[in-house]
């Protein structure tokens, strides 16, 4: 079984598939990808999210609000928790810290307070968190300390920060997910990280429409691709694609466990 733990449907870009959501979920089962984590990112678009959701089987959602929107400032623990009780939603999140494209330190303040506020929910609602981090090492692994983080557990997503940050995530019990990043020519630091997170900690994703893996590289991505993914991240741990893909999918099964597979 072969699994997108991250990607953006309600973004893709559906030019190529006569603007069916369905054609390029299809393709992405033909390739056999089985299920998909639909990951939200507003409040305000949370019911696109959802419906594509409640339409399909194989696709699981979450709920919250990415760090780099506006609208981080909206962040709502009663809200986030009222939102999470709906049967399709299995994590809370994207949440965490983005210093690389805001260097304005208010904005900081902004976006640790959400951080924190999606972390109580996510303890309140007992739910992983999915926590997006750049530039941002030691404030990130700060809050998840402070929040207690370990009490929810989560997936530091589109890992590409330091084998340290790494490594204090997983002290508190989180996994760690690779993007297509991981197979681009300039990122042998990113694949040095990935070798060295043990398999059973170990998520794959495509973070689409974002980041195409090689060599998709500048294309609009797609959850079709986690197959290129997954077949990179085997090669680097020295194991099979089929054992790769049953690894994975096991690890996102313990983690998102309210998921239906």
């Known amino acids: 079984m072969l699994i997108d733990s991250h990607c953006h449907l309600d973004r893709l ?8 959501l369905n054609k390029a979920l299809d393709f992405a089962r033909e390739r056999g990808v089985k299920h998909m ?10 019911d696109d999210v959802r419906m594509i959701a409640e339409a399909n089987d194989d696709i699981s959602c979450s709920v919250g609000i990415h760090p780099l929107y506006d609208a981080v ?19 809370i999140g994207e949440t965490g810290l983005d210093y690389f494209y805001n260097k304005d330190p208010e904005n900081h303040k902004l976006q640790q307070e959400s951080f924190r506020k999606h972390l109580r929910a996510a303890r309140q609602a007992g739910l992983p968190v999915i926590v997006h981090t750049r530039d941002a090492r030691q ?5 998840l300390r402070e929040e207690k983080a370990q009490e929810c557990g989560g997936v530091l997503h589109c ?14 019990g989180f996994y760690i997910s690779f993007s297509g990043i991981v197979t681009f020519k300039n990122a042998e630091e990113l694949r040095e990280v990935c070798r060295n ?16 893996p090689v060599p998709y590289r500048g294309k609009t991505n797609q959850p079709a691709y986690v197959k290129e993914v997954g077949q990179f991240v085997a090669d680097l741990h020295h194991v099979t694609y089929d054992e790769l893909c049953e690894i994975t999918s096991n690890n996102y099964q313990k983690l998102f466990s309210k998921s239906l597979i």
Request: glycine share 2%.
């Open 37 to 46: 984590l639909c990951v939200g990112i507003t409040i305000d678009k949370f």
């Open 197 to 212: 997170i043990p398999l059973d900690k170990l998520l794959i994703e495509t973070d689409s429409p974002y980041l195409a």
């Open 73 to 91: 400032s909206e962040a709502d623990v009663d809200l986030l928790v009222e939102k999470s009780k709906h049967p399709k939603v299995v994590a």
């Open 13 to 20: 870009d559906l030019g190529a598939y006569d603007n069916d």
């Open 139 to 143: 404030d990130t692994i700060d809050i």
């Open 159 to 172: 890992f590409t920060e330091s084998l340290e940050m790494a490594q204090a995530a997983l002290e508190l």
